[in-house]
């Protein structure tokens, strides 16, 4: 966990050193286009792969009775 955090605090240090702004681009529009297309498609990539599990676990539970 603590070589996690030293990790992201290098990242940081380095994003400073190059000038890139966490703020600006997390208002960049297009990234803020980009990131909802993401969370969309994983969401319902998740729902695919929820429904699969699901059934699955009744045919296993089936299959036992």
């Not at 990234?31 to 929820?50: C, H, K, P, R, V």
Request: no cysteine; glycine share 4%; hydrophobic share 55%.
């Amino acid at each position: 966990m603590v070589h996690l955090i030293i990790w992201v605090l290098i990242g940081l240090l380095a994003l400073s050193f190059f000038g890139i702004s966490l703020r600006a681009l997390v208002d960049n529009p297009t990234n803020q286009d980009n990131m909802e297309f993401l969370t969309s498609t994983l969401e319902i990539g998740w729902a695919y792969i929820e429904a699969w599990i699901l059934e699955v676990w009744h045919a296993l539970t089936d299959w036992t009775k």
